[in-house]
């Protein structure tokens, strides 16, 4: 199920930076590149294209969190960190003890 996850999530990244890619620039934050003749007809593609990115987006958050909660799942199964360590520290010598 994680694997599968996984592969969703890469999908959805790879629209996620193509949207992302296809939107025109809106010029920054100085109003630069905004011109009236064409904003009619590019405010339908614009917002369909917006529209669609928030949707991935969301998909793709969705899709993250998901993947985070099912390894957080897997990992209570496990021990901890310590304790794998304390149990491969058993084999190897120990170091005397000063006094």
Request: proline letters at 2%; one cysteine or more; charged letters at 20%.
């Amino acid at each position: 199920m994680e694997s599968l996850l996984i592969i969703i999530n890469i999908i959805l990244a790879v629209i996620l930076v193509v949207s992302v890619l296809l939107q025109k620039s809106e010029g920054g934050a100085l109003g630069l590149g905004v011109s009236q003749d064409n904003f009619t007809s590019a405010r339908t593609m614009g917002s369909f294209l917006t529209k669609f990115t928030s949707i991935i987006a969301t998909l793709f958050i969705i899709c993250s969190v998901a993947i985070v909660a099912i390894s957080r799942d897997e990992l209570r199964e496990t021990q901890s960190v310590l304790e794998k360590q304390e149990e491969e520290d058993s084999t190897l010598p120990q170091i005397p003890q000063s006094k």
